[in-house]
């Protein structure tokens, strides 16, 4: 029999837009929330009853949950920087994640 294992992961990003105009609802600092979703798919494994072990994907997940956990951090020194410069922030937020990647 094959089965299909998803875990879900969350996490919460800030930005601000300083560049929409005046009155705006994303001009100042407002949030989104993001999840990412793991599947695997395969066969049932007759002596446990599983396709993959539920705590394995949490494991794997780790690193990437720490690499988006400094980016939020990183976003909020951005934040301050973006409204010090008056840019749109996830211009500079795709920078923090390029420096941060690997």
């Not at 837009?17 to 993001?34: I, Q, T």
């Amino acid at each position: 029999m094959r089965a299909r294992l998803t875990k879900d992961f969350t996490f919460e990003a800030a930005q601000t837009l300083p560049n929409a105009p005046e009155g705006h609802k994303c001009r100042g600092v407002h949030g989104h929330s993001f999840k990412v979703e793991i599947s695997i798919e395969g066969d049932v494994d007759p002596k446990t009853g599983w396709v993959y072990d539920h705590a394995k994907i949490s494991d794997a997940m780790k690193p990437l949950l720490m690499v988006l956990e400094e980016i939020g951090t990183a976003m909020s020194r951005s934040l301050r920087d973006c409204r010090a410069r008056n840019t749109d922030c996830p211009v500079h937020l795709s920078r923090e994640v390029t420096r941060n990647d690997g």
